[in-house]
């Protein structure tokens, strides 16, 4: 009897170890969905863009190593990692911390940060004449505008508020944002206009010499003076040109990791990661490791640098 049950034994933990192996292989594919992310909580695949609420130092054996920190701070670029995140009360906001990953003290004419609302948390409103891109990261918001018309925004959605537009968002539970805001940069006869919608409603978009998928969450149009992209690349893949131009971007790591080039410095990143670049910073991605990468990227556009 003994015999048999150590057998027994052994053939249990040979299938909970292929289970397991199957189930680690199913999950390195590719990105899981948001909606089984909100709607099927027995799912083993982990939350959509759950790395960057979640972020892990690589090696781990530097995750609690006193004065550790993987960001830098120069005077054209700036790499924001999560273990350096300071949160604090935001202003104008209820029941909510928020972390600045970019802001004009750095040079650039935007700014870009993490919002953790909290049970019942409330947005305010951004001064006047700044304009708000509000992005999901986890977790669910309602959103309302003047009109008093509410939408639920899930992870992988997204809004676009003109300047001077009321609106609201609200938690009921908790839920994280990223949040971009910049001073308008009016231009005669054209006004922009709100726009609610998510990462998959998005076409995919030509690009003549690159290998990567590129979606646009704004019109592309005049009254709208800068666009957020979402990049994704597959494993091994990267930009085939090394930019350098007058746009500024500020870039929010999603899933995966690689290489970032930043003028003559080489960054190892990954989900969770800021990057901040100035006007005319050389700048270069590779795609490394086993799941696609896709990074959340702000860029000005549709205005005369001068």
Same mark, same amino acid.
């Given at each position: ?5 150590a057998t027994h034994a052994k053939s249990l933990l040979l299938l909970s170890t292929i289970l397991c192996t199957l189930n680690l292989v199913v999950t390195e594919q590719g990105f899981c ?5 909100? /709607? ?25 190593? #006193? ?13 924001? +990692? ?18 600045? *990953? ?7 004419? &935007?700014?870009? %940060? ?12 951004? #001064? ?13 918001? /309602? ?32 839920? +994280? ?6 001073? %308008? ?21 030509? +690009? ?14 005049? #009254?709208?003076? $800068? ?5 994704? $690349?597959?494993?091994?893949? $990267? ?39 100035? #006007? &005319?910073?050389?700048?270069? %991605?590779?795609? *490394?490791?086993?799941?696609? /990468?896709?990074?959340? *990227? ?9």
């Amino acid at each position: 009897m003994q015999s048999l049950s150590a057998t027994h034994a052994k053939s249990l933990l040979l299938l909970s170890t292929i289970l397991c192996t199957l189930n680690l292989v199913v999950t390195e594919q590719g990105f899981c969905s948001a909606i089984s992310s909100v /709607t099927d909580s027995n799912s083993n695949c982990n939350p959509l863009y759950s790395k960057v609420i979640n972020p892990t130092l690589n090696p781990s054996h530097l995750q609690d190593l #006193p004065g550790f920190t993987r960001s830098v701070y120069k005077s054209d670029h700036a790499l924001i +990692t999560p273990e350096s995140h300071v949160f604090s009360p935001l202003p104008d906001w209820s029941n909510t911390l928020g972390a600045y *990953l970019v802001s004009p003290a750095m040079g650039a004419h &935007f700014v870009m %940060y993490i919002a953790k609302m909290q049970e019942s948390a409330k947005s305010g409103c951004p #001064p006047k004449d700044v304009e708000r891109f509000v992005f999901v990261l986890q977790g669910s918001v /309602t959103f309302t505008n003047v009109s008093g018309v509410g939408q639920t925004l899930m992870v992988d959605s997204f809004a676009y508020l003109p300047p001077n537009s009321e609106h609201l968002f609200e938690s009921y539970e908790s839920a +994280t944002l990223v949040v971009f805001e910049r001073r %308008y940069a009016y231009l005669e006869n054209h006004v922009p206009e709100q726009i609610v919608g998510s990462t998959d409603q998005q076409p995919l978009l030509d +690009t003549p010499g690159e290998v990567f998928e590129l979606r646009k969450l704004l019109p592309t149009s005049l #009254p709208y003076d $800068f666009n957020i992209h979402i990049m994704d $690349f597959q494993p091994g893949e $990267f930009l085939n040109v090394k930019e350098v131009h007058y746009n500024q971007h500020g870039l929010l790591l999603l899933e995966g990791q690689g290489i970032y080039r930043l003028g003559d410095s080489w960054y190892p990143v990954q989900a969770g990661d800021a990057i901040w670049m100035a #006007p &005319f910073v050389p700048q270069w %991605y590779a795609a *490394l490791g086993k799941i696609p /990468t896709r990074y959340l *990227l702000y860029k000005d556009v549709n205005r005369n640098p001068l």
